[in-house]
């Protein structure tokens, strides 16, 4: 840093516990829980107060509010309510911030709860959710992680055992109105103009299961016709943004929008890849994330921000470059079909080339499209200008397997047992070069039940 | 590794110098030397033979073959005939190698030559080439960067120092005639249904400027009606993948389509960030690379490969995680418009974030859209399942500066020095949010003139 | 890995919460609790049982039981007790383990209590305990150390916080009846030896405050004649090792030598230097410690072991190299005496590199000394062969300041609050060149009161 | 950084090659070369000039001067003759500099010579050169290695491969008179009062093969009657440090003690572990470092210093943390003495703790002796204060293996071709931890024929 800094303001006494500043209730619903909210709005009552430089402890309920269960049936995932999502913790009313500051917002710890250790990855079924693969993978499927300190494992993806990268997938400070009624605005034109017929490009303001805090009922049902759903992230204060590696120690900057910066967080993981390409596809979970609040005044100018920034913390896992598997996909879909430098289909091509190369120690597609959603897989933009090809390449660290997958000749076929899928689902291998018969190698992404 | 490992076989005496399969000569017109080419072509005659097992140097021009200069004008860069790109060292013939097998090319060493320890970095002219960003910067610019051991600097983009991620844009072997006709069907394909008026989509086989190797003129003929253009990596071969962590000690695993394998490489950079985006967006140089290659037979099949894949070396520059400063950019474009899920909005949105910082600091566009395309930035895929917006981030290095640009307040503006452009071209501040009249946000990537 | 490893016999449900196999009690006295012990005896029984493949959660009171306060008086530092120490949690039975097996120990967390989130540096007094530089340094201090998540602050150390590498000081196996002779015996002929008037060379047995466990009368009275003391590490089974790498995800191997392994664990560690030159010198706290047992037949013989190994864990808090500021010393003493290739002498005269360089910036010697035995500084043997000198290196993290303090220029003096002293006691600056009428250059060490 | 750094003063045009300030014949003697000297002295002649903040490359002969040959014998190692060591390349004059400067080097590059891509490690005879465990192995022995690109192999150390950290050994300004004085006064006294019978403590002045670079004949016979042999690094200006970590990219400061600075350097090193423990234990090579000089005026006082200082580069290679084997030694002898707190003994122990580990895989402990000295081992102090055991550690790399050392179980031995022995040497596995009469297990260190 280039000056001194001025010290940390400290706001409790030496040695004295941190403050929970919102506990949650795993047996009770979720939407009875006042301190928690599921829509974006400016107006949700605040659920506690902070004091600039304060440090808190902020429990958190996993994504679904308790929709998963531990246990070996996807047909939960299958049916989960997608209206619902996602319960955040918030807002928080942090003192002093106005619109056009800066929330510093360091995030020192995030943890599962000590007798709650374990979290889910699922594949949503196409017709309810989907994710980035869909068109290959309809079928719902899910598998359980255990946690053990540091590290995770899953009886549905044997033989893989990693330390997690552990991180909220949502935060952020409330819109404004004005940002509000943008949001809403420029996603309904999306919606108005998409011409794909089987798929919901866009969610627009849902009163159904709309959560809104403490709000009363009339603030409610004025929440539940605007509030913004919590699914995309968004440039004007970040959301749910999924970035892998807003671990402990990050340091994030955060656009405040509204007085008092109504910050809420959520959604926590205790593992990701780049990605998150099964859109459930981190490994969800419930638990307490401590973070430490600073409000940098005038800081959206002094910085030059539009958008959140971050600086990663120190404790990411680390494997050496050689370590590594990087494979590498191209803008052409497997169908064959040249795409103009569609990063996307570049993305979703390297899926499947690591796809192709773990299929052969013995695990079916779906248990690798699983693995891919929640391990700390690097997804880069390799380059972008070649026309007509994207390229993209994708890392696997080859120390997550408890055997060797480094690239030294035929593999030796493991006998694996499966992850859980929905009832009657078949698993087994997919020809990802054919027979696909579908137009949407380009798009992807959510589709849900209505 | 799992299993001992048979120990290298020595093609040379130990303590013998490593023998140079390629020279080339910076001082004579790269289309005029025999074991230099310019298309991909199963039929180009071989450049020199590699035993199976040997190590060593290849010789390689810069990528358009010396037709841009150590000056400080971009008129070279404006003018720059892209007919011509890219000159390729080789085919060599690889002793052993056939269809089905895989390449171990293990890159041991890259190196500028000695005598000419300089690179540079363009921005093409919209009209001649563009670039990820040509829409909002459609001036040809350059940056001259001088070489001293590990690092690089440049008087076109003061304050600025790193070490080079040394690699070739481009290696790949030959594509069989199979291959060639399916890439030549599926991209003219492309071109042929492309609605994008002021920009070519695909480069189809281009005869003005063939470069076929040491073919004989009829031959020469069919190459340059037939011969793939070099500027889009492929999935069957990789090619043009500009993978900047393609350094020293990396390990590519390379499909075979042809008996002898025909392996070419070239476009060295002395550094590159992920995407490349400006297009001539490397630190681009003439130089040495060191390989040592070995042949996997059936390698295809026993890896499970359709594309290469690759590991990395265990010398890449290292920053710590708390020394990157994370950008965030959504697929809003800077028009407010939303997009479903598109990544390549979403980068845009990344770097132009990136400028919006580094510009308070007094560097202009052009030069921060240099830096992001030649110095190590890490661009991840963070998020690409939450409708309707992807997420992408970018990894910037503080510690590439000479000077603090940690976000801790308002910027202090340093007076420097500008970089270089085209005749007539004024540099400044672009507007990034409002007032390009432009309909392909969506779209990027290469134009040229015809 | 080299093969197939079987997955991990899981010995509890999944989901279901870690058993925590031994609480401690901070409001109570150590000496009363049974299952701490602080000698080391093959006969201290049995303090609960742990099945082969089982992960449990172990409570620890800090090393001292609780005689240092969260104050800003060193006197408890100065007057501690070390007849008592270390208390530590156990011995455990590991079932299956034999004399000859190896106990395969993974340290899947470490935690610092959440309702005590502090701990404490001490410089022992020369006159009881002593430390690497109490010729120069001979007054009681301390500084007091708040946590928030992975960080740690002092009020004593100001502008410095930095990530813990959090880890048990000690962990082993109860000796044998012959290896603890072995141990009497060989310490024993030290203590008869030595020359060194003022200072105990090593600790024979002690019965005053000998702590046994749940031992009966007679069997306390034979282990407090017998047993040995927990200060040194010892080769045949690790003990107090004081390793600052052995943190979370770390495996160590140790020998067994006892049916049933006795396995205990303390000392914890939120962070410490490489050599804890204060003595005192890591970040000393209370906490839970997360380990996953598993017992290696044979291992031993099978892996050549004759003392503990280990493999560190993944998430150590990482800074670049470029990020280090690395000081030399070499053995030569701070009065102009040469010494023969003696690595003591030349890490001694690194650390006064080190705190002649930050006392510049307004630190007391006393503060550097306190800093560098407890922040993670690396130490290193870099040559010990060039006769007659050995030169040591110690790297120092510039990323722990909260200032800059890059050697760029004359240093700016900040204004800094002083640590704890003993009362009466001065701080300042030492001059570490001359002055010091001291023969023991040469050694250092541990001094105590009887 | 903390503030606007100036840039670098550009010495050289852009584009153009880096001068060349001293070459080197390797054809020819090297006492007979005059830009090489081999004592250090403040009235050798200057060898080139240098402007401050220029950059250059220096070539360097091996430390030898060319003795050891690239063949099947270590006789050469055994005969080999310590009195002409080390032939150091300078001393140079940097323009402006002066006593209390500090001179500010940073090591751009460090590579061997193009047809000259091979080095060597000796293991030096107990009676001529000797090393940190010529007590076990007092013959001489030797390895070759053969460099590619990063990369180094050697038969006569098979099955491993690594990158190098190239690096100088030796590298510092001369001594002025009154700092020689001091040397050679200190030095004398150990000598003096040394009770090693059989063994050098230190080299005083030796006239004997004194290079004294351009020196005429009666400045030659002072230089060698005075000059301070180059074996040892020292407090007041480095030399010899071999630091294994001062690769390409590294800043090192320099005190200054005479006008122009007299820079010296030589000792090439393709790669070396912490400790360099035979001696002739890096890989030791002819080659080309570049530098760039910089003069900071006042920096002795302005940083605080007394020794050299550095800030390691950042393209060391990488290894993960959990890709480390760490082994433990205390100071207990491997005749089951114990020792106090003494470092060198701990070391020795974490030595002989990695050979037993590794001679289970068939490599002779002559072999593992050699590859500790080679390869970058990671030499850490763990603790320094547990009276009565220093405990240091060993990180070995398990990639530089092509087959698994992970402690899984049994070692499957291997059939490894040997190392070069001198003429009538038995290699074989020494017992080490009996047998052995040695009064020296504390010391260790150079012997060599007189």
């Known amino acids: 840093m280039s000056a001194i800094i001025e010290e940390t303001t400290k706001s409790r006494a030496s040695g004295s516990k941190i403050r929970t500043v919102c506990e949650v209730n795993l047996d009770k619903p979720a939407s009875e829980q006042p301190r928690l909210h599921n829509r974006w709005h400016p107006d949700i009552p605040f659920a506690g107060t902070i004091k600039d430089g304060e440090t808190v402890k902020i429990e958190c309920v996993d994504w679904t509010g308790g929709q998963i269960g531990n246990n070996d049936s996807a047909d939960d995932v299958k049916n989960v309510d997608l209206s619902e999502i996602h ?12 619109p056009g500051d800066v929330l510093l917002v360091e995030i020192v710890d995030v943890q599962p709860f000590q007798d709650h250790p374990w979290g889910f990855t699922g594949i949503f079924a196409k017709e309810n959710g989907g994710g980035f693969l869909d068109e290959l993978y309809p079928s719902a499927a899910k598998a359980i992680w255990d946690f053990e300190g540091i590290y995770c494992t899953s009886r549905h993806v044997p033989h893989v055992k990693f330390a997690g990268l552990i991180h909220p997938g949502i935060l952020g400070c409330a819109p404004s109105a004005e940002v509000l009624e943008t949001w809403n605005k420029r996603e309904g034109e999306l919606i108005a103009c998409s011409k794909l017929a089987d798929r919901h490009v866009a969610m627009p303001p849902e009163p159904r299961s709309n959560h809104a805090g403490a709000s009363d009922p009339d603030l409610k049902g ?28 990050s340091k994030v900057y955060l656009p405040v929008h509204v007085p008092g910066a109504k910050f809420s967080v959520g959604d926590l993981h205790f593992s990701q890849g780049d990605g998150e390409i099964s859109f459930c596809g981190a490994i969800e979970m419930a638990g ?6 600073k409000v940098i005044k005038n800081g959206l100018e002094d910085l030059g921000l539009k ?19 990087y494979f590498e996909g191209f803008s052409v879909d497997q169908h064959g ?38 391990a700390p897989i690097q997804g880069h933009i390799a380059s972008i200008v070649d026309i ?9 660290p080859v120390d997550i397997f408890d055997f060797d997958i480094m690239p030294t000749g035929p593999a030796k076929k493991l006998d694996i047992a499966p992850c ?15 027979g696909e018969n ?5 798009g992807g992404g959510l589709t849900y039940k209505s």
Not at 438 to 442: G, N, R, Y
């Open 438 to 442: 579908s137009e949407h190698s380009f």
């Open 420 to 434: 859980a899928f929905e009832t009657g689902a078949k698993e087994g291998v997919v020809n990802t070069t054919s």
């Open 288 to 293: 307490v994330i401590t973070i430490n609040f």
């Open 87 to 98: 319960y955040l913790s918030g807002p928080f009313e942090i003192e002093g911030a106005q």
């Open 388 to 396: 007509p090809n994207a390229c993209t390449t994708i890392g696997l």
């Open 307 to 325: 958008s959140p920034i971050y600086i990663p913390g120190p404790v990411e896992p680390q494997f050496a470059p050689g370590r590594y598997i």
């Open 337 to 374: 079909k040249q795409h103009y430098l569609d990063v996307n289909v570049a993305y979703r091509q390297t899926i499947l080339r690591v796809i192709e190369y773990l299929r052969r120690f013995g695990y079916s597609d779906y248990q690798i499209y699983i693995l891919l959603s929640s």
């Open 222 to 249: 004025k929440i539940g016709r605007e509030g913004a759903r919590t699914v995309p992230g968004r440039p004007e204060h970040g959301g749910n943004c999924d970035i892998k590696n807003l671990s402990r120690g």
